[in-house]
Each structure stands twice: as C-alpha cells, then as structure tokens.
C-alpha cells in the first residue's frame, strides 16, 4: 500500500506528483538521493496531509509596506463603490499607468462573482493579453490541475465549485517584467473591489506579488505559507505561483501542503 487514500492520490496526480500505486511498483532497494523519494516525484517535504487537522493556526500580522501611493488611493474612492459592469468599464479604459500603451486586452478576471474560493496571481502575460483571461498559458494549465486537485474549476459551476480568478495587475507588463510598486499601487483599488464584490471565504494568494497587493508585506512566500492570513476580514493562504512551481518541482509537494491548509481553513470557518 502506499498510504494515500483515494481522495489524496487523486490530488498528487492531478498536480503532477507521481504516485506509486503499490509495493510491487517501488523499487525493491531505493537508490540512495532521487530513488529514496517513495511515493512521489520530491525529495522534500512529504505531501501528507495530517491525519487530525491542526488547531486553526493563528492570523499573522504583515509588515507595514507603503503600497499605496496618495494618487491612487485617491482614485480608489469612486472604484469602491462600483458594482461589477462599472467595474468591467472602469478596467477596460483604464489608462492610469504606462502599461496601457502596450496592452492588447485587459485582463479583468474570470470565474463566478459569489465564488467561494478566490484566486490571486500577478499579471497577464503574452497569452493572457492576447485571450483577454487570466491563466491560459502553461501556468495557468498548472493552476487548473491544483483547482482540479481540490474539486474546483474556472468553468461554470456552482459558487461552491466555481472559483473567481484574478490578478493584482489588469494588463500585461513589457516582455513579462515584474510589475512595478506604482503599478501595483493603481491596479489595487479594482482588485479590492473584486474582492469586497465577490466576498469570497477565502483567498488563494500566489506569488509574491499577489502577497504584496493583499497583504502589504515583502515577506519571502517562504515565510508566509503554512499561516492564514487576513485580508479584511477574509482569510488568506499564501502559496507558490504556478510559473514557478513550473521550475521548481520539489515545492509542488509544498503547494499541496497550502492547498490542504486551505481546504481546512474553509472547513473550520464553514457556518454551521
Ligand atoms: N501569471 C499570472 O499571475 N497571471 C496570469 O494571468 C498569467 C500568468
């Protein structure tokens, strides 16, 4: 046997972490360094998910960063009280930064507007500027195998299964550079009032950028998983962006971790 359960095994594979499906499958004698990994494609840390959740952990407090500069914190004001066709317009002719010189299409968000669960990454970059939709590229391929993982999808469906997806950014920087802090800075008004719209249970912050616009810090996401966060209210799990785990396959069991942290989190915050 190879301890996973059925729900469990689903979700590794999903993800891409290969799964011995029995004994007969591991190798008799492991070689020392890749073949010692025993069930997965990893050599640390092992993607088990606890048998007895732990005790909620507790809400960490991010480092102050001055994100927001006096010019878009002014133009949050009206952006904050638009409701989601204003919003689309809004972000559509948006022109308060350079980056609107080199866009094909915004990227707004896609996904059901009562999702439960929200997800946070950077910025569009070439495919996503050309399709108008965040994550269609190669890690947005990986995204939707974690989604997949947890019973959900970008396709339609249900506000339980249904997630809303979303950059820190609406339109894609020059060759895929980072994106800048006054860009992020005027970019933050939509993606607070995408989530105060959505109101989701929780959100999936990935990467660092997403970790900047949510929670104001500059913390490595190193540090910041394996806690909740908060969010006004809405309760944060940090997480790998998917190009990145696209690099670096040993931090998918890491992502799986967060995932695990996160389905738990909604569980125990779960009216009942
Ligand atoms: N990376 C992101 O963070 N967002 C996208 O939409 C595509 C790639």
């Excluded at 073949?35 to 092992?46: F, G, H, K, N, Y």
């Excluded at 088990?48 to 994100?67: E, S």
């Excluded at 004001?77 to 350079?98: H, K």
Aim: aromatic share 4%; proline share 11%; glycine share 6%.
């Amino acid at each position: 046997m190879s301890g996973w359960d059925e729900r469990q095994r689903a979700m590794l594979e999903a993800m891409g972490l290969r799964v011995w499906q029995n004994a007969a499958q591991a190798p008799e004698s492991p070689e020392p360094a890749a073949a010692a990994s025993t069930s997965v494609d990893r050599s640390e840390p092992p993607p088990a998910r606890p048998a007895a959740p732990p005790p909620p952990p507790p809400v960490a407090t991010p480092p102050a960063m001055p994100l927001r500069s006096a010019a878009a914190s002014a133009a949050a004001g009206p952006v904050a009280q638009m409701g989601w066709d204003e919003l689309r317009s809004a972000v559509a002719g948006c022109r308060a930064c350079t980056l609107c010189e080199g866009r094909k299409n915004t990227v707004f968000g896609v996904g059901n507007e009562q999702a439960q669960w929200m997800i946070v990454g950077e910025a569009p970059g070439e495919q996503e500027d050309q399709q108008g939709e965040p994550f269609v590229g190669p890690a947005g391929k990986l995204l939707d195998n974690m989604l997949r993982a947890i019973q959900l999808t970008r396709a339609p469906g249900t506000p339980e299964q249904q997630v809303f997806i979303a950059n820190t950014l609406k339109c894609r920087p020059p060759r895929n550079r980072n994106p800048e802090p006054e860009e992020l800075a005027q970019c933050a008004p939509y993606l607070d009032r995408q989530i105060a719209l959505v109101q989701p249970r929780i959100i999936l912050a990935m990467g660092r950028f997403a970790v900047q616009s949510l929670l104001q810090s500059n913390e490595a996401i190193g540090r910041l998983r394996g806690r909740v966060h908060d969010y006004r209210g809405i309760p944060v799990i940090v997480t790998y962006h998917p190009a990145y785990l696209l690099r670096n396959l040993v931090d998918k069991a890491r992502a799986w971790e967060d995932l695990c942290l996160a389905l738990d989190t909604v569980e125990q915050r779960r009216p009942r």
